[in-house]
């Protein structure tokens, strides 16, 4: 499929809906992104036609459901080119992904073990290593970052040691936009024997991580940022990993005593998936992908870049306006305008059709590292247009004028 | 004046704006003209809760009046905090507890009523009746 930017954003319903008497200009991909029609269609067929549950059933729908839900796995698996297919682990998003890798580590840390975080890291990426640290007593150490939102590498080389048991980073910024070197970071955490778990709720739209030339022991990322839907994600495990961590909910062990010829789902990635999964979520998150992929990411990319360009060019030319995150991007700009509240800015856009996203960002210590109470952040995907970048750069001067 | 006729004449005043914009104009020049609070009183105890910008509010009983003094760091919500402290403050606590505020969907403010919009309104008028609970318990007995 060639780039056709017209016909993309035909596939999307929402877009052409009409937000307090203007056409929308959704720039808030990086909190969540819109469907296309594939995957709304992808949904109402699962239900108007195959639903059943899954792995249990000799008859034809449960059949049908779970080949479609398997199917799902195996896209997942080829496209972010894992080695097995049971080393996709379907959860319910990025958070639950990362709260499922830091429960499988209580058992393996021990005191004085060291864990590290970035710098940059969204609150649901700090809370569960504080908590896992809580119950362990290994240390929390914090990669720095400098003032253009990079993380500074000699830093994190000197903070690795033979303590460090775990790297924990985010591959993209969600309140910056910044792309973390992650092959870099991999390599050299593996050099002292730690894991290295990566948060790719952020990069997965915009990019294409291949898990085996990254050779990232833990990946995870949620559908809904990759235009899926809400309440399905994965977590990529490396099959040692797999095989070490214990499951997180109860549930999987027994299930494995349970008498069905054709699936005792003892193994991976099973022992993970307690209880019935978001079936139709999976089934869906397929959808999404192939979606993508028929665009194509080196046009997605492509096209992202442009858009970030010309928005970066043309949001500073606004008298005071500051953008945060300046280093190697994607197509995220947060900023402020001197003298005005992130919030004011979001209201007055707001009125005038464009959804941003205005506040700390879940990103509370970046904000107090830039020592401001928020940004107003504009996100773009693939279907944004410069159009709507002349639109969010006209509506933050209406908002200025009428602000100062 | 009574709560109920500043809502009156809040509501005459905002009838004549044509659309949103200089509706928010007129709500802006408000939070402008908002006298300032000492900046002692902007401590963490005065802080409301649930907003996406600060907002602090203090009051104070004379002569069974409660004074409401408030400010906010953002332009739009100290506008809004104006208002409030226009339609409440140098009222008696029991009026205020009876006062309804039917009159923010009249001036074209709606939105901001919506509980998860963060921007408080809602927890700011909840605030502002506590303390008028708080002082009219304080007169009771």
């Known amino acids: 499929m060639s780039f056709n930017i017209q016909k993309i954003r035909e596939d999307f319903p929402i877009l052409s809906r009409k937000v307090n008497g203007y056409p929308l200009v959704y720039l808030d991909n990086a909190a969540t992104s819109q469907k296309p029609q594939q995957v709304i269609d992808s949904i109402v067929d699962y239900y108007s036609n195959y639903n059943a549950n899954i792995h249990r059933g000799v008859h034809t729908l449960s059949q049908e459901a779970t080949d479609a839900y398997e199917s799902a796995r195996q896209k997942i698996k080829t496209h972010f080119n894992a080695k097995e297919v049971y ?15 830091a429960n499988g580590f209580s058992d ?8 590290l975080v970035s710098a940059m890291e969204h609150h649901s990426n700090i809370v569960p290593w504080q908590m896992l640290c809580d ?9 720095p970052m400098n003032e253009e939102g990079t993380l500074i590498m000699e830093e994190y080389a000197k903070l690795l040691s033979e303590r460090t048991k775990l790297v924990f980073v985010n591959h993209i910024s969600n309140a910056l936009g910044t792309i973390n070197p992650i092959e870099e970071i991999i390599q050299k955490a593996h050099e002292v024997g730690a894991a290295v778990l990566i948060d790719g709720a952020q990069s997965c739209s915009h990019i294409k991580p291949d898990f085996q030339k990254l050779d990232v022991d833990f990946y995870v990322t949620s559908a809904h940022k990759m235009c899926g839907p809400t309440g399905v994600g994965i977590l990529f495990m490396k099959e040692e990993w797999g095989n070490k961590l214990p499951p997180y909910q109860g549930g999987g062990e027994m299930i494995a005593e349970v008498t069905f010829e054709k699936t005792t789902y003892a193994g991976l990635p099973h022992k993970f998936e307690a209880g019935t999964p978001n079936i139709c979520g999976g089934i869906a998150f397929g959808a999404a992908i192939d979606y993508l992929n028929a665009i194509g990411f080196e046009a997605i990319e492509q096209h992202e870049n442009e858009l970030l360009e010309y928005a970066t060019e043309k949001l500073l030319e606004i008298d005071g306006l500051k953008i945060y995150g300046t280093g190697h991007k994607t197509s995220v700009v947060s900023f402020n305008i001197e003298g005005i509240h992130p919030y004011d800015i979001g209201t007055i856009v707001d009125k005038l059709g464009i959804a941003v996203r205005t506040g700390h960002h879940c990103a509370q210590p970046i904000m107090d590292f830039y020592k401001i109470p928020g940004t107003v952040r504009a996100s773009f995907a693939f279907y944004n247009t410069m159009e709507e970048v002349d639109a969010l750069v006209n509506a933050v001067k209406k908002a200025k004028y009428m602000l100062s | 004046m009574t709560i109920e006729a500043i809502q009156e004449e809040l509501i005459d005043e905002f009838s004549i704006f044509e659309d949103w914009m200089q509706r928010y104009e007129y709500m802006i020049d408000l939070g402008k003209s908002l006298p300032l609070i000492d900046d002692d009183l902007k401590n963490d105890d005065k802080l409301i809760k649930g907003c996406q910008s600060k907002v602090w509010l203090n009051s104070e009983l004379k002569d069974g009046k409660i004074i409401f003094t408030a400010d906010s760091d953002a332009i739009i919500t100290k506008g809004i905090i104006a208002i409030l402290v226009r339609v409440f403050s140098n009222q008696k606590p029991q009026e205020i507890l009876d006062a309804n505020t039917d009159f923010i969907d009249e001036i074209g403010l ?21 303390y008028a609970l ?8």
């Open chain 1, 87 to 101: 080393e996709i682990i379907f959860t319910a998003g990025t958070t639950h992904g990362i709260n499922l890798v």
């Open chain 1, 108 to 115: 393996i840390l021990k005191k004085d073990d060291e864990i």
């Open chain 1, 135 to 143: 119950r362990t007593g290994a240390d929390l150490k914090v990669i």
């Open chain 2, 110 to 130: 709606k939105e901001h009523l919506s509980p998860t919009r963060a921007n408080g309104l809602v927890s700011m008028i909840k605030q502002m009746k506590m």
């Open chain 2, 134 to 141: 708080a002082y009219q318990t304080q007169i009771n007995n």
